[in-house]
Antibody, heavy 116, light 108 residues
Framework: DVQMVESGGGLVQAGESLRLSCKGSGFTFGSFWMTWVRQASGKGLEWVANIKPDGSETHFVDSVKGRFTISRDNSENSVYLQMSSLRVDDTAIYFC?????????WGQGTLVAVSS | SHELTQPPSVSVSPGQTARITCSGSTLPRQYAYWYQQKTGQAPLLIIYKDNERPTGIPSRFFGSTSGTTATLTISGVQAEDEAVYFCHTPDNSGYSCLFGGGTKLTVL
């Protein structure tokens, strides 16, 4: 079965950094774009970033440009989201998702909480 | 600007038909996708490329588009369909995407 498992979330203070990891299984990881989507408590979904299968191309929502980076290691079937200069409004569940347009498989998410 | 507008809530009785709309200026040029999110769960893709259903999604879920509006129709609504439904579409570049605000479907 296709599965994504996120890790690395936690409670940090504003201005600090955090690195999220996502390990995929059950599919040829290196053939797919991977995406991070976040959801603040009780709110809607927000696309955050994505990365091309070979890692050569990345895209970010404007609110995280310059603060977040996305990378992947296809040998480890993993994608990462490095988050720096975290702000209170970055607080959310972060989902790792397969795909770029048809986001067809989602992990269960990892919670990032940023305190002021 | 690139925005997708959904009604906050829709209510129907079991067995009735629910229609959830999603309006956005890019919809005539980009596919619409729909996700179902039940409480405490990750979203589930239920419609892709306007009207395609992934394997395992019941046929009572139907997607359609007309101009700047995409519509998710759920025929013969069941209690288990109670969830929040999000629409999604890529921007014109195809690389980033936007989600609608979500519609809470209540089964009375």
């Amino acid at each position: 079965d296709v599965q994504m498992v996120e890790s690395g979330g936690g409670l940090v203070q504003a201005g600090e950094s955090l690195r999220l990891s996502c390990k995929g299984s059950g599919f040829t990881f290196g053939s797919f774009w991977m995406t991070w989507v976040r959801q603040a408590s009780g709110k809607g979904l927000e696309w955050v970033a994505n990365i091309k299968p070979d890692g050569s191309e990345t895209h970010f929502v404007d609110s995280v440009k310059g603060r977040f980076t996305i990378s992947r290691d296809n040998s480890e079937n993993s994608v990462y989201l490095q988050m720096s200069s975290l702000r209170v409004d970055d607080t959310a569940i972060y989902f790792c998702v397969r795909g770029i347009q048809d986001l067809d498989y989602w992990g269960q998410g990892t919670l990032v909480a940023v305190s002021s | 600007s690139h925005e997708l507008t959904q009604p906050p809530s829709v209510s129907v009785s079991p067995g009735q038909t629910a229609r959830i709309t999603c309006s956005g200026s890019t919809l005539p040029r980009q596919y619409a996708y729909w996700y179902q999110q039940k409480t405490g769960q990750a979203p589930l893709l239920i419609i892709y490329k306007d009207n395609e259903r992934p394997t395992g999604i019941p046929s009572r879920f139907f997607g359609s588009t007309s101009g700047t509006t995409a519509t998710l129709t759920i025929s013969g609504v069941q209690a288990e369909d109670e969830a929040v439904y999000f629409c999604h579409t890529p921007d014109n570049s195809g690389y980033s995407c936007l989600f609608g605000g979500g519609t809470k479907l209540t089964v009375l």
